[in-house]
């Protein structure tokens, strides 16, 4: 001891300050860790204490919310979810009930939230609650966040889930007892007087609109008013716009049209023309107007008929057949009909007019629908039927009529479904055109007439439209047997009575109709060297066959001889036949036939 204490007091000063400094440092190291061990030790008594506060938390609030929480204003705070769900449908009743109410003018509706396709989305809020200081990893997060709730307090918003769809297809369904159609303004005709129905304003509900009206109140999640909202749709056409129009058609229905052509007269009473009359609607760049006018079909058909009436003038040409070529030997003339185009603009002016109404209508030439540049169109190309007569012995005045007669005839045309007159054809028989006296059978008398011997011309003509088949409308046998018939009687089946035709002007004609579908020239030429008369019937071939059965003939040529025959047409496989009788009664005694 006394040598270490000797060492020390022999010590350096610099080295006793150094062994000063290391006695110094030692008291604060020991301080220092026993600091770490408190500061360690409280750590983890509060770490225990905190755990058990989480545990008696969670033990405590298990399958409930933590204080302080509400949902959409409602307190939940302490409440297990049935409670809450509970408590929330309790307070939100009034809604829940009777969300909404649609008004539109007097009409309400009340649809519910599943008609509207609403839902509350209750589980997802109170799910959001439950969660609070439960969800993150960290257990000082859960505990600071339940501290910081319970503290301030939390509101969890209330949601509301919408199908759209849904909700449109509720409004569209009441659209109906919304929605108009919008009504044009009218003009009604009725027997000649004229009424004005006003225009009507449509309706039409603005769905989209309503719909974020609707979207809008349910956010507040308490029971709304919505009013509807709708927009009005216009008429097109407007009472204004039907006022000229009433004028217009006033003026149309003043009075009757009177209809002057070729000096016969027609009139068109007020109702005739309210029928005619037309209302149309044009849209214009300035809005919608109405036009009136008359039915122009109506009209033209009317003038189609008045010009049927009262045309005048006009004549086939005259055509002659020279081996398989047609030439014009007589130009045909101009028929003066009704101008249609000018006489309804005439028509459509006088009804527009106060003043004037009456209407002289206008004619205009109609040229001959044949001429030399299109007669080769018509379809005339085959001999369809020919027939002879005999003159033999006859007359010097008897030769001339009958010779007259077939020039009258020669070169005629006939349009398909025309009927052939040969009285109208002939025209009148007298000394004008070219006709001679000479005797007739008149009645019961042979008397001396103008044109004696024509009956020879309509005899060679029926023959010809016999053996061409076409119908015969109209034909009377003699009623006195004249021998000079007999010859080419049968055609190419021989000679012999009955085939005859006899013509008198105003009582008796002969006829028969074209019905071949194609027109036909009737071509007639006289012999007068050998006595022989022939018409031959041109045409378009189709295909007709025609055939002579009899003669079966009964009595005798000195009292009543009838003569019986039938014509069989075959056509396209079919057969026709057609029946024919000649009476002949005997000559009065004091006749020289």
Same mark, same amino acid.
């Given at each position: 001891?006394?040598?270490?204490?000797?060492?020390?007091?022999?010590?350096?000063?610099?080295?006793q300050?150094?062994?000063?400094?290391?006695?110094?440092?030692?008291?604060?190291?020991?301080?220092?860790?026993?600091?770490i061990?408190?500061?360690?030790?409280?750590?983890?008594?509060?770490?225990?204490?905190?755990?058990?506060?989480?545990?008696?938390?969670?033990?405590?609030?298990?399958?409930?919310?933590?204080?302080?929480?509400?949902?959409?204003?409602?307190?939940?705070?302490?409440?297990?979810?049935t409670?809450?769900?509970?408590?929330?449908?309790?307070?939100?009743?009034?809604?829940?009930?009777?969300?909404?109410?649609?008004?539109?003018g007097?009409?309400?509706?009340?649809p519910?939230l599943?008609?509207?396709?609403?839902?509350l989305?209750t589980?997802?809020?109170?799910?959001?609650?439950?969660?609070?200081?439960?969800?993150?990893p960290?257990?000082?997060?859960?505990?600071?966040?339940?501290?910081?709730?319970?503290?301030?307090?939390?509101?969890?918003?209330?949601?509301?889930?919408?199908?759209?769809?849904?909700?449109?297809?509720?409004?569209?369904?009441?659209?109906?007892?919304?929605?108009?159609?919008?009504?044009?303004?009218?003009?009604?005709?009725?027997?000649?007087?004229?009424?004005?129905?006003p225009a009507?304003?449509?309706q039409?509900?603005? %769905?989209?609109?309503t719909?974020? $009206?609707?979207?809008?109140? #349910?956010?507040?999640l308490?029971? =709304? /008013?919505?009013?509807? &909202? +709708?927009?009005?749709?216009?008429?097109?056409?407007?009472?204004?716009?039907i006022?000229?129009?009433?004028?217009?058609?006033?003026?149309?229905?003043?009075?009757p049209?009177k209809?002057?052509?070729?000096?016969?007269?027609?009139?068109?009473?007020?109702?005739?023309?309210?029928?005619?009359?037309?209302?149309?609607?044009?849209?214009?760049?300035h809005?919608?107007?109405?036009?009136?006018?008359?039915?122009?079909?109506?009209?033209?058909?009317?003038l189609?008929?008045?010009?049927?009436?009262?045309?005048?003038?006009?004549?086939?040409?005259?055509?002659?057949?020279?081996?398989?070529?047609?030439?014009?030997?007589?130009?045909?003339?101009? %028929?003066?009909?009704v101008?249609? $185009?000018?006489?309804?603009? #005439?028509?459509i002016?006088?009804? =527009? /007019?106060?003043?004037? &109404? +009456?209407?002289?209508?206008?004619f205009?030439?109609?040229?001959?629908?044949?001429?030399?540049?299109?007669?080769?169109?018509?379809?005339?190309?085959?001999?369809?039927?020919?027939?002879?007569?005999?003159?033999s012995?006859?007359?010097?005045?008897?030769?001339?009529?009958?010779?007259?007669?077939?020039?009258?005839?020669?070169?005629?045309?006939?349009?398909?479904?025309?009927?052939?007159?040969?009285?109208r054809?002939?025209?009148?028989?007298?000394?004008e055109?070219?006709?001679?006296?000479?005797?007739?059978?008149?009645?019961?008398?042979?008397?001396?007439?103008?044109?004696?011997?024509?009956?020879?011309d309509?005899?060679?003509?029926?023959?010809?439209?016999?053996?061409?088949?076409?119908?015969?409308?109209?034909?009377?046998?003699?009623?006195?047997?004249?021998?000079?018939y007999?010859?080419?009687?049968?055609g190419?089946?021989?000679?012999?009575p009955?085939?005859?035709?006899?013509?008198f002007?105003?009582?008796?004609?002969f006829?028969?109709?074209?019905?071949?579908?194609h027109?036909?020239?009737?071509?007639?030429?006289?012999?007068?060297w050998?006595?022989?008369?022939?018409?031959?019937?041109?045409?378009?071939?189709?295909?007709?066959?025609?055939?002579?059965?009899?003669?079966?003939?009964?009595?005798?040529?000195?009292?009543?001889?009838?003569?019986?025959?039938?014509?069989?047409i075959?056509?396209?496989?079919?057969?026709?036949r057609?029946?024919?009788?000649t009476?002949?009664?005997?000559?009065?005694e004091?006749?020289?036939?």
């Open positions: 001891m006394i040598t270490d204490w000797t060492r020390k007091k022999e010590l350096s000063p610099n080295a300050g150094a062994l000063s400094s290391v006695g110094a440092q030692a008291v604060p190291l020991q301080r220092y860790w026993f600091t061990r408190v500061v360690l030790l409280t750590s983890i008594l509060l770490l225990l204490a905190l755990g058990a506060l989480l545990y008696a938390l969670n033990h405590h609030f298990a399958h409930r919310i933590y204080p302080n929480v509400s949902i959409h204003g409602v307190a939940v705070g302490q409440l297990g979810s409670e809450v769900y509970a408590q929330l449908e309790e307070h939100h009743a009034p809604f829940l009930n009777q969300p909404l109410t649609l008004q539109y007097e009409h309400t509706w009340t519910t599943e008609e509207i396709g609403v839902e989305s589980d997802e809020a109170i799910v959001q609650a439950l969660r609070i200081g439960r969800v993150h960290d257990r000082m997060d859960n505990i600071r966040e339940v501290m910081a709730v319970w503290k301030a307090g939390t509101d969890i918003p209330l949601h509301i889930q919408v199908d759209q769809r849904t909700m449109q297809r509720y409004l569209l369904g009441i659209a109906d007892e919304i929605e108009q159609l919008p009504q044009n303004a009218q003009l009604v005709v009725r027997n000649g007087h004229v009424d004005a129905l009507v304003h449509g039409q509900m603005l %769905v989209a609109s719909m974020d $009206e609707m979207l809008a109140a #349910l956010q507040t308490q029971p =709304q /008013s919505v009013e509807i &909202r +709708t927009q009005s749709i216009p008429a097109l056409l407007l009472d204004a716009h006022a000229e129009a009433q004028r217009e058609i006033e003026v149309m229905l003043q009075g049209i209809i002057v052509a070729n000096n016969a007269v027609w009139e068109w009473s007020v109702e005739e023309l309210s029928q005619m009359m037309r209302v149309h609607r044009v849209v214009g760049p809005g919608d107007d109405l036009e009136i006018t008359l039915d122009q079909h109506q009209i033209r058909e009317r189609h008929t008045i010009a049927n009436i009262t045309e005048y003038g006009g004549e086939y040409p005259r055509v002659d057949w020279a081996d398989g070529a047609l030439n014009i030997l007589q130009n045909g003339t101009p %028929v003066m009909r101008d249609i $185009e000018q006489s309804l603009n #005439l028509i002016e006088a009804a =527009q /007019s106060s003043t004037e &109404r +009456t209407v002289h209508l206008p205009s030439e109609a040229r001959p629908a044949i001429n030399q540049h299109n007669i080769h169109e018509l379809g005339i190309r085959h001999l369809l039927g020919v027939g002879h007569s005999d003159f012995g006859s007359a010097a005045y008897r030769t001339t009529n009958i010779m007259v007669g077939m020039e009258r005839l020669n070169g005629i045309l006939l349009a398909p479904g025309e009927e052939f007159s040969f009285n054809t002939v025209g009148n028989i007298g000394p055109n070219g006709f001679v006296p000479g005797y007739a059978i008149v009645g019961e008398e042979v008397e001396l007439e103008w044109g004696g011997g024509i009956c020879q309509s005899t060679t003509m029926f023959r010809a439209a016999f053996w061409s088949g076409l119908p015969i409308t109209e034909r009377k046998g003699h009623s006195y047997y004249i021998n000079w007999d010859t080419y009687g049968y190419d089946y021989g000679h012999g009955g085939i005859d035709a006899t013509i002007t105003g009582a008796q004609d006829k028969f109709i074209n019905d071949t579908g027109w036909i020239l009737i071509q007639t030429r006289v012999d007068p050998i006595a022989l008369a022939e018409v031959r019937i041109y045409g378009t071939d189709t295909g007709r066959e025609v055939m002579f059965e009899g003669p079966f003939i009964t009595g005798s040529y000195e009292d009543d001889l009838t003569v019986n025959f039938t014509r069989v075959h056509e396209n496989g079919i057969e026709r057609e029946p024919f009788v009476i002949f009664e005997p000559w009065p004091d006749t020289d036939h």
